[in-house]
């Protein structure tokens, strides 16, 4: 699927035998001695176990962790929030845009410091000091006080979600990659299930001197809080300094890596990099289009509840009606992994593919009638289906993107473009609704063109680089940082 790479790469973990995120000491790995490395089939897969075993439960933890918080808001927003607050006319709209105006700016200093901070322990305060955020919406008595409180959590949310892309390139293969991207995205699916139930649970059983939107917030944060202190503690600074793996382990996981990666992690920022996205690069300009088409078009999944409200259903009904479309989501982030495992070189046309799920979905619900019943939910439940393509394009963006720079301004690009399309989308989903599917329609329409692009010019990029490669010798040294498209045996995957 991919040229080989002998790009050797730099370590983000500068002091040798430490630890920046605060977990226990280890003896790092001579770094320069790592070509030198040999290992079989048979150890590799065993410290790939191993990796997976340490690494994917914490960043599923915090995958989970942050979307519950997220869908809180629409659970919420039946079970007395709106009222409580005296929110009226797009009054709760501006809760979701408030929250993404605090992302946005976020993300703008986070592409620096995510070039000269290791990724997980900044990550992992961040969610601390989210939670707290998070538990603190269960105190204001008034609307105002609320969108402030969205405001914090927006801006410490931001780490999240970039930074569990980046991280993931610095364990894993290319080619391992969509799968583990698969397996903590499920978790937003996870938490769509569980949340409606814990917030019918709370209503039913609550007997407190507190109202039952204010018990799932401060459940949200005390979960992301637990998330945050055992990523903070848990999660290496990178595989140099591992401490779940031998010194022989840490050896073979930094080779597997140099054998095809850029570098795993390097604390410089580096300008030229900067320029080369400025100046157009397809894959910052289209990792953020797809942050924004993925974004701008949830809204039939952020507004779910009130949706299934308008057609009649009481809040309980909501609730049980409004879970199956977490256990579809789960269903169809597999079948892409399923479907990239059985056509490994068709990612964007496997998406492409998956996006028709919830345009059909959207389709229907502008064109059925309220009257129609069991037809509406099933139509509530397709138009939420997005995050199925999202685990492929976040895939495509950590195995297309090389540079330490570039990878993490295209990394946050995705998600400046995130959070755009959520500060927009929410001010047009009120009333009937109507107009939100209309652009959802459009959107995703504008969204599988965009994939296409994005297939045919990964194959022109190629070509390209095949020629060049006849005709000019490049040698890659240990203190070369370079992105893809300096590097002319780099091969884009589509």
Not at 102 to 126: E, K, S
Not at 162 to 191: D, H
Not at 265 to 278: M, R, S, T
Not at 482 to 491: G, M, Q, S, V
Request: glycine share 6%; proline share 3%; aromatic share 12%.
């Amino acid at each position: 699927m991919l040229a080989d790479e002998k790009n050797i790469i730099s370590d983000e973990v500068n002091d040798v035998g430490s630890l920046e995120n605060g977990s226990v000491r280890e003896k790092s790995v001579n770094e320069a001695d790592i070509d030198q490395v040999q290992y079989t089939a048979e150890e590799e897969k065993a410290v790939l176990r191993k990796i997976d075993r340490h690494l994917l439960p914490l960043i599923c933890f915090i995958y989970f962790a942050q979307y519950l918080d997220k869908q809180s808001l629409t659970y919420t927003a039946v079970f007395g929030l709106k009222k409580d607050l005296k929110m009226v006319g797009t009054d709760y709209s501006w809760c979701t845009t408030i929250f993404y105006l605090g992302q946005l700016g976020a993300n703008f200093v986070l592409a620096y410091l995510m070039t000269i901070i290791p990724r997980a322990p900044l990550t992992g305060a961040c969610v601390v000091i989210w939670s707290v955020c998070c538990m603190c919406l269960a105190a204001p008595n008034t609307k105002q006080g609320f969108w402030v409180g969205r405001l914090f959590l927006g801006i410490f949310e931001a780490a999240v979600q970039p930074a569990c892309v980046m991280i993931t390139t610095y364990w894993y293969r290319k080619r391992e990659q969509p799968l583990r991207t698969a397996i903590y995205i499920s978790m937003n699916a996870l938490a769509q299930i569980i949340g409606c139930y814990i917030m019918y649970g709370i209503g039913k059983t609550n007997s407190a001197n507190i109202a039952d939107w204010r018990v799932m917030f401060l459940i949200c944060g005390a979960l992301s809080l637990l998330a945050g202190l055992l990523f903070y503690f848990l999660l290496p600074a990178s595989p140099k300094v591992a401490w779940f793996l031998t010194e022989r382990e840490r050896e073979i996981a930094l080779k597997r890596i140099h054998e095809e990666n850029d570098r795993s992690a390097l604390n410089k920022f580096e300008f030229d990099q900067l320029k080369e996205c400025l100046k157009f690069d397809w894959l910052f300009m289209s990792s953020f289009a797809f942050g924004f088409l993925v974004t701008v078009t949830s809204g039939p999944i952020i507004f779910q509840s009130l949706l299934l409200a308008s057609f009649g259903y009481d809040k309980w009904d909501t609730m049980k009606y409004g879970s199956p479309a977490g256990a579809l989501q789960l269903l169809f982030i597999w079948v892409g992994v399923l479907a990239v495992r059985l056509i490994p070189k068709e990612r964007a046309m496997i998406s492409a593919c998956l996006v028709g799920i919830p345009l059909a979905g959207t389709i229907m619900l502008l064109c059925l009638k309220k009257s129609s019943g069991w037809w509406m939910i099933v139509a509530s439940w397709m138009s939420s289906i997005i995050t199925s393509f999202m685990t492929i394009i976040l895939s495509l963006i950590a195995s297309n993107v090389r540079g330490n720079t570039k990878k993490s301004l295209c990394s946050n690009a995705f998600y400046v473009g995130y959070c755009l399309a959520a500060i927009i989308y929410p001010q047009w989903w009120t009333g009937s609704y109507r107009g939100g599917l209309i652009v959802v329609v459009i959107m995703w329409i504008i969204m599988i063109l965009l994939l296409i692009f994005y297939r045919f010019k990964a194959i022109y990029e190629n070509k390209k680089k095949e020629k060049m490669e006849l005709q000019t010798v490049q040698t890659v040294t240990i203190d070369d940082d370079l992105t893809d498209k300096a590097n002319i045996h780099h091969r884009y995957v589509y």
